[in-house]
Nanobody, 120 residues
């Protein structure tokens, strides 16, 4: 069974940095895109950044220039380096993997989420 496990969340002061990691485990032959989403209390989940298996990236306008997504295909791991964090970016950050091929099935998966709290 495929699982996504995030790590790296925590409490940071405004202007600080955090690095999130998400490792996919299980019977995995390939993964299409991997990305990060976030959901603040009372708000909808929103895309933060996504990276394809070929390395193409896309970012939410609000994080461009401050966040960097990267990926290690050999480890089925995606990272999110977050710099110059703002209090309004306090949220639960979720890892998402699109079109994981297990050898028998294709599917999308979500991690359990990791809390990021930015204090002012």
């Amino acid at each position: 069974q495929v699982q996504l496990v995030e790590s790296g969340g925590g409490l940071v002061q405004a202007g600080g940095s955090l690095r999130l990691s998400c490792a996919a485990s299980g019977r995995i032959f390939s993964i299409n895109a991997m990305g990060w989403y976030r959901q603040a209390p009372g708000k909808q989940r929103e895309l933060v950044a996504v990276i394809t298996s070929g390395g193409s990236t896309n970012y939410a306008d609000s994080v461009k220039g401050r966040f960097t997504i990267s990926r290690d295909n050999a480890k089925n791991t995606v990272y999110l380096q977050m710099n110059s964090l703002k209090p309004e970016e306090t949220a639960v950050y979720f890892c998402h993997a699109e079109q994981i091929f297990t050898g028998a099935t294709w599917g999308d998966y979500w991690g359990q989420g990791t809390q990021v709290t930015v204090s002012s």
